[in-house]
């Protein structure tokens, strides 16, 4: 593996509206985006077909008067939903990507508080404008109306003939220093926070994370766009390049839509990841083959140990969940299980764990094709800089945000001297790679001085096997703040425990860590264990929400 090697050559831009600019000269009829409709039909569209789409509907947007002003983006990943991006922004308006997998009541607290004047709406979100008169609605499909996409396009394709150069100078005007987007934090802690992100942040985000990783030709992201890793790393990253991206449609497709677009690289979260593992096993057991895949690992991991080479362990069983290309797994937004990457890799295909928060555009640092660490979140992205003040990781670059939106005091609050703090604990080693070791906000301290980081005890005990997810956390244990006794909540493996009962899985997993405290310091020692009957409640990258208990 190479220390270190030049970084990749990659395009740039300013703004969206240079990016559409462009990319159809640079790009033409290059495959830009797939989507696969419920009969698992694939529809592509070229960069041609990109940005003559997204030109024609941001003159339309321009003509309702909507430079300047704030839309919000309301629905599932879609062509429609990418092409309202990109339309929205180029013309100097600003995009507000609404998470639709809260509360009915969040998502209308996050269109109002964005001062959003109109609301481009899915087909399954447009029950929550039927009986409401908050702002106007564009439709993202078809419906037959004025206002559905098939219209606007229309509209705006007939207007483009004559006033395209009008439209390429309105673009031309956007500065990258102007707020793009406002997207909202995924709130693991407290409540999501509106952070405005300019052309700058984003676009310089989405170009330089190819600056350091080679991903191929096709990539996939079946993550929600309404979240600044899926939308920057993920859809502008690949097409700023000139790359083919694949969305799913339905997240219950993802898996799907991910064999039938068959890519060389996919975006994802280590939960996704696990359920990828658990169907590529359940295909080598159909296969007989299931025994033989746990000696090749066994076998990897013992010639890993020593440097050694060791040739990767292939079968049909992968084709069949995966396609027939990947060679790369990029995994972020969650602490990554090291021996899942392990597993990968024992099959050929490689994974590199990478680190951002909204507030830095998203991507701070990934690790490297052939520049990795395993237990890293990687090397930093090109111009950023980051240094480690009492623990917590503290950031300075082109991608950082902005600010909250209309949150001057919440901003305020999050720098010092300059430097976005970011909230995670953390170190780098001497050769530039970043690690993660928690939350500031999670870490429990005790009477006596001592701090305990709950992310190091979390990654312990889910190696128990019958774990499924685990939070640690400090449980009150008297009258004052610092009087807490460290505590677990599990929710157990139901495939694993199947035919147990709940006090038979209780004693089993008390016995596992009775035998994990033995090898702990006295004050990291679990004194508290609670099971759970349901999955932890999760963002919508999977990352799971801490409270209270």
């Known amino acids: 593996m190479r220390l270190d090697y030049p970084l990749n050559n990659i395009y740039t831009y300013d703004t969206v509206g240079e990016f559409l600019q462009e990319a159809e000269a640079r790009f033409g009829d290059r495959p830009a985006v797939s989507v696969y409709d419920g009969e698992g039909k694939e529809h592509c569209h070229t960069y041609r077909m990109l940005v003559r789409d997204a030109k024609a509907l941001a003159l339309v947007l321009l003509d309702m008067g909507m430079a300047g002003k704030h839309l919000a983006i309301v629905g599932e990943n879609s062509y429609e939903w990418l092409l309202m991006f990109l339309a929205c922004s180029a013309i100097g308006a600003v995009a507000i990507p609404v998470d639709v997998e ?46 559905s996409l098939p219209a606007l396009l229309s509209d705006g394709y007939r207007a483009l003939k004559d006033r395209e150069k009008e439209l390429d100078l ?22 999501p926070k509106p952070v405005m992100l300019s052309h700058g942040n984003i676009m310089y985000n989405a170009c330089h994370a190819q600056a350091l990783v080679e991903t191929g030709t096709k990539a996939y992201t079946c993550l929600p766009l309404y979240h600044a890793y899926s939308l920057v790393c993920g859809a502008l990253n690949v097409l700023t390049q000139g790359q083919h991206l694949g969305l799913n449609g339905r997240v219950k497709n993802w898996m799907r839509d991910l064999r039938l677009f068959s890519p060389e690289m996919i975006l994802l979260v280590p939960m996704m990841m696990e359920s990828l593992i658990r169907s590529i096993r359940l295909e080598q057991t159909r296969d007989g083959m299931r025994e033989e895949a746990k ?64 507030e830095c555009g998203p991507l701070i640092c990934v690790n490297r094709n052939r520049r990795y660490r395993e237990n890293s979140v990687g090397i930093l992205l090109p111009g950023t800089r980051v240094k480690i003040q009492d623990g917590e990781i503290l950031v300075k670059g082109p991608s950082v945000f902005k600010g909250y939106y209309k949150a001057q005091e919440e901003t305020e609050k999050a720098f010092s001297e300059g430097w976005f703090c970011t909230g995670d604990l953390g170190y780098r080693d001497r050769k530039g790679f970043l690690y993660l070791t928690g939350r500031k906000k999670n870490l429990v301290v005790f009477s006596s001085g001592k701090k305990v980081v709950p992310e190091e005890l979390e990654e312990l005990i889910a190696q128990i096997p019958l774990v499924r997810e685990v939070m640690v956390y400090g449980a009150s244990n008297g009258q004052t703040a610092d009087d807490v006794k460290l505590s677990a909540v599990i929710y157990a493996d139901p495939q694993k425990t199947k035919g147990m009962t709940s006090y038979e899985v209780l004693e089993r997993i008390q016995e596992e860590i009775y035998e994990l405290n033995k090898k702990l310091p006295f004050h990291k020692r679990i004194q508290l264990i609670r099971m759970t009957e349901a999955e932890f409640k999760k963002t919508s990258i999977q990352k799971i929400r801490r409270g209270r208990f």
């Open 102 to 147: 809260q509360q009915d009541e969040k998502i209308w607290q996050c269109i109002r508080f964005g001062d959003s004047c109109m609301a481009a709406v899915s087909r399954e979100y447009e029950f929550l404008f039927q009986n409401t008169r908050c702002c106007p609605v564009l439709y993202l499909w078809d419906n037959h109306d004025a206002r």
């Open 170 to 191: 309105v673009m031309d005007q956007v500065q990258k220093e102007q707020t793009a987007a406002i997207i909202y934090t995924s709130g693991t802690i407290s409540a």
């Open 295 to 358: 000696k090749a690992l066994k076998r990897y991991e013992s010639r890993k140990r020593y440097h050694l080479s060791c040739s990767p362990f292939t079968h049909r069983a992968m084709t069949r969940v995966l396609g027939d290309s990947l060679f790369l797994i990029i995994c972020g937004g969650a602490q990554l299980n090291e021996r899942l990457a392990r597993e990968f890799r024992c099959y050929g295909i490689n994974v590199l764990q990478g680190y951002g928060v909204t």
